[in-house]
């Protein structure tokens, strides 16, 4: 079983949709979680943690479910510039860094 | 956010050389520093950690003495592909987590390496 599980999508969606991502992880004691964002040929970069209580960052909206072991992404009234492919990512004890596969995401006007 | 700076951005070179790729930690001091590769249109593959001062730690299938890492500070690590295939070719991520405060438990991300091998 796969440390970090993302479904890879791609997701096709209208500008101006709401879309969500969602990412399961299998240990329980893993202690941070984030979101990046990589763009075509491009380094990863982050979006956002995410933290217990939820966090939102203007369109982006991040929130974590320990008792189910998700975390998930809503994107707000999407825009073209959205279009990436998402990487979940989740910090282990023993200083593990685990990466999901990444969802595809294109915004179509 | 932290600054992660990784160099060369490409390289092209001849089967059979070795290529170096370095990657620094700007403004924040790194405790450990990441190895990734990534085929096109594949996700990330870690190939090693690297802790500043001591000897790397590779992910199963990846041969540590075709790729020599070096971590000999806390804001440098070195990725050297040895005598580089075809085959190496390959988009080369360094990325970095900081010793502590608001960077740390947070992977920093150098602009990645484009090796090509003839």
């Known amino acids: 079983r796969k440390e970090v599980e993302q479904d890879p999508g791609p997701f096709n969606v209208p500008e101006g949709a709401t879309v969500a991502f969602n990412c399961t992880y299998s240990?329980?004691?893993?202690?941070?979680f984030f979101w990046y964002r990589q763009d075509c040929r491009k380094e990863p970069k982050l979006l956002m943690s995410v933290y217990s209580s939820g966090n939102e960052d203007g369109r982006f909206t991040a929130q974590l479910n320990r008792a189910s072991q998700y975390i998930s992404l809503l994107i707000r009234d999407s825009k073209l510039s959205d279009s990436a492919t998402y990487l979940c990512v989740v910090w282990d004890t023993g200083n593990q860094f685990y990466f999901g596969t990444g969802t595809s995401l294109t915004v179509i006007p | 956010g932290a600054v992660v700076s990784q160099h060369p951005s490409r390289v092209i070179c001849k089967s059979g050389t070795s290529v170096k790729i370095e990657c620094r930690s700007l403004?924040?001091?790194?405790?450990?520093m990441f190895w990734y590769r990534q085929f096109p249109k594949q996700s990330l593959m870690l190939m090693a950690t690297?802790?500043?001062?001591?000897?790397?730690?590779?992910e199963q299938g990846v041969e540590k003495d075709k790729f020599l890492i070096n971590h000999a500070s806390l804001t440098l690590s070195t990725l050297t592909v040895t005598s580089a295939h075809p085959e190496d070719s390959s988009f080369y991520i360094c990325?970095?987590?900081?010793?502590?405060?608001?960077?740390?438990?947070?992977?920093?991300f150098g602009a990645g390496t484009r090796l090509s091998v003839l």
């Open positions: 403004d924040f001091q790194a405790t450990t």
């Open positions: 690297s802790n500043e001062g001591s000897k790397a730690t590779y």
């Open positions: 240990n329980s004691a893993s202690q941070s």
């Open positions: 990325s970095a987590s900081g010793t502590g405060g608001a960077n740390k438990n947070i992977q920093y």
